[in-house]
């Protein structure tokens, strides 16, 4: 039988608080899932996927990509690398899952052709890495705008592109994307998957199948062809008491500073403490009473509080102690995100920077982002009941509670020696003080 390629990736342990997990691991990526926690200090390997699993659809694409005769294809299938090979049949065997109009067409069936491959790519970002680029068919962008459960992607990181996400488990982080080039051509694009929400930093394993394989079969199926040799467990925000939990009062003594009534000088004073100056100390003030982390199995996490948890958080958004950021404007970038209807735009506080190109971070209403997009999907729960996961729980219990005294804060980390992302964060009002309640790293 012949030998399988195999990629190596690492899943590492505990670090102390303020040490990076990427300067700990010397650059590898470990699972943020869970704040810089992992399972066990253990090497797991991918490997590749016999062609012989691959379905009719899925040979005639890679045919079609590579140039093959059907003799030939088993051959030029083995140049890929593993996690190719991994990516492009698990990427289209789950979008082959989605069911279009009429209910005998898939998303998989609007793919006209593949134009690249991208698995695990250590030197590129991450929006780069574990992605299929495609050519689409003109009723792509139909089709997925009128996806059951499906809403507009806000897209920072990929500039240029207006997308749809699948909104798994009707969180927003959560499922497939696909996205589609405004200009030149509007039929070129890609698709991906985003795995493990956890209001937790981003790191490109994210969005690799292996590392999610367990969450991947229950969303769109096992892979013929595919057997992994190792098994990845993380920890899992699991408490059911989860929006009881996170309204009961963390254990900061410094509640009453940092507390301003207006939202742009909170963030602006926030986002200073933490990429500038590093206070990690301070940034604790900024949280809410009502945050997400208050519920945490702290237990099987290994830590004995909330602010241990957002003290993770926060140092690990550095991928290098030793390199400073002098200004937020080397620090961090926004670009204004595009929608397929051009009239669309979103509001926002902070309007004026934004407009001129000069804003570092958009602080947004998010009654004006497209539904389904930052939140969960209304419709869906009351029409479909659909089953939430805890992450759209919260989101929801949010968006309920603050109605008028909530608002996302988005930009993307450019700096040398952060954490390569873009961030969502989700603030509320507590009485006269605006306080961060929740955050997640995306490759949006």
Known sequence: MKKRNRTLSRVGKLWPLGVSRYEAMKGICLGLLSVGFAASPTVAQTIGVDYGGLNAQQRALFQSYSGCLPSTCPELWEKLNSSQ?????????????????????????????????????????????FNVETKWKTSAPDQFADALGWSEHIAILHKGQYGYQENREDNPFLGLVVLFDKHPDPRKGQFHIDFRSWFAHYCPDNGNISANYDEYIT??????????????VFPQLTRDNLLVDSRQPSASAG??????????GTVQKF??????????????????????????????LGVKSPLALWSRLFSDAFESPSKRISTLESALEYHEPIFRDPAKRLRY?????????????????????????LFPRVDMQTTHNVQRDVQARFLEH????????????????????LVHETAVQYWIREGNCWKLSAFQGTNW
């Open 85 to 129: 090979q991994l990516e492009f049949a698990g990427s289209t065997q789950a979008l082959g899952t989605i069911t279009l109009q009429p209910s005998t067409v898939t998303g998989l069936d609007q793919v006209d052709a593949l134009l690249q491959i991208h698995g695990s790519e250590p030197n590129q970002q991450s929006q780069d890495q």
């Open 271 to 300: 986002l200073t403490a933490w990429y500038v100056d590093r206070d990690f100390a301070s940034l604790l003030d900024f949280v809410a009473h009502d945050n997400v982390y208050n519920a945490a199995n702290l237990d099987s």
């Open 398 to 417: 949010l968006q309920k509670t603050y109605r008028d005294k909530l608002y996302v804060v988005i930009y993307a980390t450019a700096g040398p020696s």
């Open 349 to 373: 506080v902070n309007s004026e920077p934004v407009s001129s190109g000069a804003a570092r971070y958009a602080i947004i209403d998010p009654d004006s982002a497209p539904a389904g997009s």
């Open 219 to 232: 969303w769109y199926g096992r892979i013929p062809g595919y057997t992994p040799i190792f098994k990845y």
């Open 255 to 264: 509640q009453a500073l940092n507390c301003t009534g207006e939202i742009q």
